[in-house]
């Protein structure tokens, strides 16, 4: 039987099916977050996939959160987290993460970060399986590949940050520039390496994700970049503004 520690990589999707849209409730990049904070390398499926994972797509686990209240009048929110293999069976499932808070919002995230309560003592660590036995069939991997690359086709239509390319921003006291690339957009440092990966999902909104922060950016009338992240200290929701120099 297969462990989580059999798996090198997770994939989360951009949108659950519990959810009406991309990223809602910045429930699918929380999940990344928290899932980096266990120890697993993560990708958005959006996100360019390194060669290994390209070729061989079961070895990473998919991500997937469900809505588990059994009566839609339930006062709490209760989710699980899955993680399925490229087949779609179930690897681990999380115990049920609750909440009661009345706005809905707060109580899917406050659900879904108990959900990785589950996560404790199990201390994730990539065993070297290369799951070769477990190789997807043509017709599978073809389709996955194709809605990828039709995701990342996506990302290449951003009219707004096009008119940015090349722009400088300040933020806590560091200064970023944002460049194109074939998938997307880097927001690199002034010594060249990348802060964060830039991309637009099918529905128009924009990605952000970075070492630092993951969540969704809304670019504002003077050109500043703000992003909407989870932030884990808190346990709410906050905001980072790329100031745009003039």
Known sequence: MKTIDDFKYVVIPMQYKLSQEDNQYLLNTTTKFLLKQEGFITFMEVEKFPKDLIFNQCLALYADVENVNSSYFSFNTKLILKLKDCFGNVVFESREGKSKKKKIEEGYKEALINTFDSFKGLHYAYNGNTNENLQMNKQQNKGQLERKTAAT????????????????FHFRNEVFILTKIEAG????DEYGSKEAFINQTSNGSILYNSERLNGSLIILENGDLQVEYFNKETGKLDQAIFKKQA
């Open 153 to 168: 086709n996506q990302s290449v239509v951003v009219t707004s940050l096009k008119k940015l390319i090349g722009k400088s």
């Open 185 to 188: 957009y880097l927001l690199m």
